[in-house]
């Protein structure tokens, strides 16, 4: 099928909500790293990580739950052939202001821009606890050049993964919300007649 002006206005309106979630995500993320800053070091990261990924990722998963359900759905009545890597696709679309931004980080532990770590952090708050558990230092120079590369780089896998995640449980039509609240009910013996 090939990309019609419709196709790429529905990925460019997808990409754009993603990144809109994506930083709503990080507003929420630093709110709770702040609040928890007792826990932001040491053995307190244990707790913090599992907690700050899982309110930065509250509205990206919704995000891209719809974007599947809602390509499901098309699917369905034959207007589109459902893709199940999209959710990859418009995550690393949404992720390239931040890809930039890790570029920068690089560029930085060259020498060619101010240790801006702390700023780094902010502007990445959803993995402040992973860059944390990377290196906790505040000074890019104590950071080696793996621990500099994995930072810049490969943290910005986990906001893809959640996206894709998400976009497959809505193009499956799987409500994790629903399967919390909601028991299937046993189909009991049938009366006689």
């Given at each position: 099928m090939k990309p019609t002006n419709e196709n790429r206005t529905d990925l460019k309106k997808a990409v754009l909500s993603l990144l809109w979630s994506h930083c709503g995500g990080i507003i929420v993320a630093l709110i709770f790293c702040v609040g928890m800053s007792p826990l932001m070091f040491g053995n307190g990261l244990w707790i913090s990580t599992p907690i700050v990924l899982l309110v930065y990722s509250l509205p990206v998963y919704r995000t891209m739950w719809e974007i599947g359900h809602a390509d499901l759905n098309r699917a369905n009545f034959g207007h589109i052939t459902l893709n199940r890597w999209r959710g990859v696709q418009i995550g690393l679309l949404a992720m390239i202001p931040f890809f930039l931004i890790g570029l920068f980080f690089l560029l930085s532990k060259a020498g060619l821009f101010p240790n801006f770590v702390v700023l780094y952090k902010f502007?990445?708050?959803?993995?402040?606890?992973?860059?944390?558990?990377?290196?906790?230092?505040?000074?890019?120079?104590d950071y080696n050049w793996l621990q500099t590369i994995a930072v810049a780089l490969l943290i910005h896998l986990i906001?893809?993964?959640?996206?894709?995640?998400?976009?497959?449980?809505?193009?499956?039509?799987?409500?994790?919300?629903?399967?919390?609240?909601?028991?299937?009910k046993k189909e009991g013996p049938k009366p006689r007649s």
């Open positions: 502007l990445n708050a959803e993995l402040w606890p992973v860059i944390n558990l990377i290196q906790i230092s505040m000074y890019l120079p906001p893809v993964a959640v996206a894709e995640f998400a976009y497959q449980l809505g193009s499956r039509d799987f409500s994790i919300k629903q399967k919390l609240i909601y028991k299937e």
